[in-house]
């Protein structure tokens, strides 16, 4: 029977089981999970924070993580500056990066959503306003979010991955997991 975990993965924290190349030790997911034959469906950046799918199936790992099935990834993405209308419908028709052109997004602004607090905290600049969006993408590429967001011009400060396709946090807290239904 396949196993699928939802992890919480903090910020500053490896979305891989160990780090032999760094000559200074960082934080990883063996830190927070000790189970056999587990890997991660996809990855999140270490300055990213949120859901984490792992799983001992092959199959399905592939299914969450390859681009071709176009799994949803909702982010709570908080931004600097404040985006106007135009800076939104270009992230929901697509943006060209170096990498070539995205596919839509769905782009909302949102009220600062109910989260933890980050260690260290975003810094703060009374001279720069940030704002909240929810960020809904169907495609995996590396920094794609951050990548985005700054090509309007609104750098990303704090990237919190809320939901993959039909599994979500909820109330899962940083650094915590649990088994989902497959």
Partial sequence: MSRL???NKPFDVLSQFTDTRSPTPRATLSDFIDLPKVYPAGRLDRDSEGLLLLTDDGALQARISDPRFKA???YFVQVEGDPDDDALAALRQGVTLKDGPTRSAKVRRIDTPSLWPRHPPV??????PDNWLEMTITEGRNRQVRRMTAHVGHPTLRLV????GDWSLDDLAPGTWRDADI
């Fill in 123 to 128: 810094r703060f600049r009374k001279s720069v």
């Fill in 5 to 7: 975990i939802l992890f």
């Fill in 72 to 74: 949803a990834k909702t």
């Fill in 161 to 164: 991955r809320w939901r993959i």
